[in-house]
Structure formats: C-alpha cells, structure tokens
Nanobody, 122 residues
Framework: QVQLMESGGGLVQPGGSLRLSCAAS????????MGWYRQAPGKQRELVAS???????DYTDFVKSRFTISRDNAKNTVYLQMNNLQPEDTAVYYC????????????????WGQGTLVTVSS
C-alpha cells in the first residue's frame, strides 16, 4: 500500500519559516508529480506548489518568492520551504502524488497525505 507521510507543520510567528516534508512509501518505482495543497478553515483545498520528476515547478501566485518546493527522487520525498509566513498561510497542508507507479507496474492515479497543520500567529 502506498502512503504519503507529512511532517514539519506547527506554530510559527508571522515572518517565520517552516519546512514541510512528505515521504512516499510502498514499493514505489516512480512518481510523476508531487505537490502541496492547503485548506484553510471554511475554504476549498487549493494548490500551493508542484514539482515533476524532472524538476519543473509550478507555484500559485500567493506563495511565489516566499515558498520553494524541492524533491529527492531517490527518496520519493518532496519538501516545501516556507519563508515569511503570514497569518493567511494558516491551513492544513496536504501532500499529493500523481501517477504513482509501483515496482509491480501497478499505477495509482493520485494519492493524498493526511495533512499537517501550519498555524501562523503571534
């Protein structure tokens, strides 16, 4: 069974930084794209950033220049470095993996992590 395990959330003051990690496990051969989404209370889940196997990245406008997504393909792990956090960044951050191929060639279209809470408050 393929799983995504997030870590790194917590409470931080405005202007502070956090680094989220998400490790995929479960006999994985490859993952086409990994990314981070977030969902604030009362709002829909939205894309924050994504990265392909080749390193191409995509960011939503509200995090450009503040957040950086990176990936270690050998470890099937994706990171999100978040700098200059603001109260409006408070949300549950979810890891996402698209087009996961297992070593037995089974393909899984999409997987979600359980989420990690990021709270930005003074």
């Amino acid at each position: 069974q393929v799983q995504l395990m997030e870590s790194g959330g917590g409470l931080v003051q405005p202007g502070g930084s956090l680094r989220l990690s998400c490790a995929a496990s479960g006999s994985i051969f490859s993952i086409d794209a990994m990314g981070w989404y977030r969902q604030a209370p009362g709002k829909q889940r939205e894309l924050v950033a994504s990265i392909t196997t080749g390193g191409s990245t995509d960011y939503t406008d509200f995090v450009k220049s503040r957040f950086t997504i990176s990936r270690d393909n050998a470890k099937n792990t994706v990171y999100l470095q978040m700098n200059n956090l603001q109260p409006e960044d408070t949300a549950v951050y979810y890891c996402n993996a698209k087009n996961v191929r297992k070593i037995n060639n089974l393909r899984i279209p999409e997987i979600w992590g359980q989420g990690t809470l990021v709270t930005v408050s003074s």
